[in-house]
């Protein structure tokens, strides 16, 4: 029972993770990746999306994790904003936030 509500706690999120995983800062497509991001600060507040950088990984990868805690997308390349926001618009919880 407690491993139940730990791992309900967990998965209660009030953001929305952006994982950016690269080999180092340098990574190319890392950089590409935050000019991405940082071109649309409002966009990313309004959807409440929390990025981590996560260095030492052996290739560039993407994910993004609801605010239930399950994956929602995975992207080994670099994620426009429309592929990212058409992704979380979709999203029931943010229907629901874009009606308040």
């Keep these: 029972m407690i491993f139940i509500l730990f791992a309900l706690l967990q998965n209660n999120s009030d953001q929305r993770v952006l994982d950016v995983y690269a080999i180092n800062k340098s990574d190319k497509l890392f950089q590409e990746q935050l000019k991405v991001l940082a071109s ?9 999306i929390s990025i981590k ?13 609801g605010k239930d805690g399950t994956k929602k997308l995975s992207s080994k390349s670099v994620l426009t904003l ?8 979709a999203m029931p919880m943010r229907k629901a936030e874009m009606k308040q």
């Design 40 to 48: 649309d600060p409002k966009g990313i507040k309004v959807r409440d």
């Design 53 to 65: 950088e996560h260095f030492g990984s052996t290739a560039f990868k993407i994910t993004l994790t």
């Design 82 to 89: 429309k592929k990212l926001y058409d992704t979380i618009d």
